[in-house]
């Protein structure tokens, strides 16, 4: 009896003291990058960054070193560091280039707001004179000659077609051949190529692949000579695009997905769009993720963000 009754004390003492706050929560701190103040990574109230090893008790008990307005430079532009669990970042978050531990980040900030084409904006359409020579590199393995396809742009229709048609060749519509079609020409390019972290580059595959920013990157650099962010977040945030409502995107735009569809910061993937299968299903060519290869697919709704964005 006297045996059970000790056990319930301790069982109730050890419930009391994990309701009460830790006793090392608050004491000062000492690490190489400076002193702080010891604070749980569960709350996550450090207005810096946390570094383990240097406060008693377990693991979630690591050292908050105060900072404030530290300056951070990335390829995408310059920022002030941030911690993401706030998700007060007017822009978007890039890993490493801030101290501490991996939620630390350089919040870049947004640009201006996009501009939204309006309906039966056709500025963006190239005739085929005036297309890049880079056209000509693109449309070689079509057996598509350029001089007898201009001398036919008065008379062969410009209607869309359905890429995935092969009754319905890409010189059916040779009056208003964009550069969104060469950029889709210039991704398939890369279909089968595997899926390599941080791959691709203007050149073509680093590391032997592409990751899905990295595919856009380089089909847009080909097409257009635009360098783009090797970052999908960067890459809806540009200023070099547009930004085009769903129900007006055309072959070459590319699609965001994002997480909650907060594409303004949680933009996590990105692809080329195609057009349309002889389904009627929208179609997306993409480096999805490791372990697979560059891809075409049907289009999903789930995180895709409401606008795509056009670099041509």
Not at 137 to 152: F, Q, S
Request: hydrophobic letters at 35%.
């Amino acid at each position: 009896m006297v045996y059970s009754i000790g056990l319930l004390s301790l069982a109730l003492a050890s419930s009391a003291s994990a309701l009460m706050p830790r006793g090392d929560i608050g004491t000062v701190c000492k690490a190489p990058q400076g002193s702080g103040v010891c604070g749980s990574t569960v709350k996550a109230d450090c207005n810096g960054y946390y570094v383990p090893g240097y406060c008693p008790g377990d693991d979630t008990v690591q050292c908050c070193i105060q900072a404030k307005n530290v300056a951070c430079s990335t390829p995408d532009g310059n920022g002030i560091c941030g911690r993401t669990e706030k998700n007060d970042c007017n822009g978007f978050y890039t890993s490493g280039y801030c101290p501490g531990d991996k939620h630390f980040q350089c919040c870049v900030p947004s640009p201006d707001p996009p501009t939204v084409l309006v309906e039966g904006d056709d500025s963006t359409e190239t005739e085929v004179s005036s297309i890049d020579a880079v056209a000509a590199d693109l449309l070689a393995p079509l057996n598509i000659d350029l001089d007898a396809t201009i001398a036919a742009n008065t008379s062969i229709a410009g209607d869309d077609i359905e890429p995935e048609d092969e009754t319905n060749p890409l010189v059916a519509r040779a009056t208003k051949l964009t550069k969104g079609d060469l950029i889709v020409k210039a991704a398939e390019k890369w279909l089968g190529k595997k899926y390599v972290y941080a791959g691709g580059n203007c050149a073509g595959p680093t590391g032997g692949g592409f990751d899905c920013s990295g595919l856009v990157l380089n089909a847009v650099c080909k097409v257009t000579s635009k360098t783009l962010p090797h970052n999908a977040q960067a890459q809806y945030n540009l200023k070099k695009g547009k930004h085009v409502k769903l129900s007006q995107i055309k072959p070459g735009d590319a699609l965001f997905w994002a997480t909650g569809k907060k594409c303004s910061t949680k933009v996590h993937h990105v692809g080329i769009y195609v057009g349309k299968n002889k389904k009627g299903e929208r179609i997306v060519l993409h480096a999805p993720h490791t372990g697979t290869v560059v891809k075409k697919a049907p289009v999903w709704t789930s995180e895709l963000c409401g606008s795509a964005v056009r670099f041509w």
